[in-house]
């Protein structure tokens, strides 16, 4: 089967028209025709958007395999342990600063003898790779080598929105290159090469798979993370706790101004120590939960130690909200690692069917993800049973459908550390809904994942971490 049948037979099976098929691709429903009929075909990043819209590697596209005899059919969809999920990194962003430096070390882990290194920024790491510090984390990571480092700002044919290409010389001579893909939470992809990944483990991909086999065993979510991938997970989770714990009160304790150049002055400490006017048990609840947003995401604009939870740039959602109801209530860690599996499950899913990379499919896929997974862990902790904890992060990920990603000057800083704090107010006002609402709600959280993705899709570039639209067009200067 060619190219072409590929494509038809793809776009027929998924029921959908070649006007909305040219719309997810970007392109005219003359265009997908033309692709149908062998007329012309789609570039390397249509067949990458193609890949993802029918859930098929992008191999399936560019090799000979047949539909029938490719493992697609057979080898089922998995989703990665939360160890994928999870990762204890520098911020500010997994995919402009964590990511390049996992795929420097790889790079230069393999190419020992080289002495030059020529690495080329592609999309919105070369947009927002300066503000984020990704020139400086690859220097610092390749050193004590030389790195030669070029934004291109005008390639359009890439096949991420976060693409790197890396050359390694000895002398004048090139003597390896790969094309990485950095695609969000600090995981890359190497392009045409298989990554030496975490695991596949989950055999389910849906909520509705997830919470059909819960409700036959009798298993919370928490308790479905355990069996899937064993009792070690809670010591992992207990670090991902720690490290969470850690940031926060760093950055309670820590004043003066973020690095970068736009003079925004730290204020976790100051929301934290202050009083409202007029203090309630409510405006203290709302200061507190966002002086701890604030911390994490201070610490994540100056390059600190932080938590992927599900991105860097969303870093204070999660252990904000836990983190108050530990001081509140009085939560043990042991309790709180269980709701960390729960959120886990979540974020996993939106990783899996729709994209946490603010580059790919804007703030929705950050701080909308990061709210689910606020809601769910809440959830488990209050108590509620599985159906409430889809409804309270189906209502969390809602409300951010379409929220865009336009940080001022590249920099992880505004709207992004406001933006955490009322994330993580608005994942508690999802939890008191979905208790009172629960019998009453007409959508699901795989439905809400799959629109976060189209809508993604759908998002001009513009706002989609390229600094070029929304409040990134304001002259802060
Ligand atoms: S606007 Fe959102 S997605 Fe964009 S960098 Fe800030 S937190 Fe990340």
Known sequence: MDLSEKIYNMRKKSSISQKELGKLTGVSNRAVSKWETGLSRPSTANLYKLSKIFNVPVEYFISDI?????????KPKMMK??????????????????????????????????????????????????????????????????????????????????TMDMYAFRGNEQIDYIR???VGGGRIEIENAQMPDEADVYPHTTFEEISAYCLENRLTLWQYVFEVEGEEIFVYLEN???????????????????????NVVKKAKHLYSQRHIDESSETRENRMVCSYAFAVSEQNACGEKIVTAPTCG??????????????????????????????????????????ISGAECGCQAEIGSACAMAAAALGELLGLDIGQIEYAAEIAIEHHLGLTCDPICGLVQIPCIERNAVAAMRAINAVSLANFLSDTRKISLDKVIHTMKETGLDLSKSYKETSEGGLAKIKVF
């Open 81 to 162: 342990t939360l160890r994928d999920l999870y990762k204890i990194g520098r911020g500010p962003s997994s995919s402009h600063t964590m990511g390049p430096e996992k795929a420097c070390q790889l790079f230069s882990e393999k190419n020992p003898n080289a002495d030059l290194f020529k690495i080329i920024l592609y999309g919105s790491l070369a947009k927002t790779g300066s503000g984020h510090g990704t020139d400086k984390v690859i220097e610092k990571t390749l050193a004590p080598k030389r790195a030669e480092i070029e934004f291109n700002y005008t390639e359009a044919n890439i096949p991420h929105p976060n």
């Open 314 to 355: 969303a870093s204070g959602v999660l252990p904000a909200v836990l983190y108050y109801q530990q001081i509140k209530r009085g939560f043990s860690d042991s309790d709180i690692v269980k709701a960390l599996a729960t959120a886990g499950i979540i974020g996993n899913l939106i990783k899996t069917n729709a994209s």
């Open 66 to 74: 047949a539909e029938n005899s490719m493992a697609i059919q057979n």
């Open 240 to 262: 991902i706790w720690s490290a969470m714990k850690k940031s926060i009160n760093e950055g309670l304790s820590s004043d003066g101004i973020l690095p970068g150049g736009l």
């Open 180 to 182: 990485v893909l950095s």
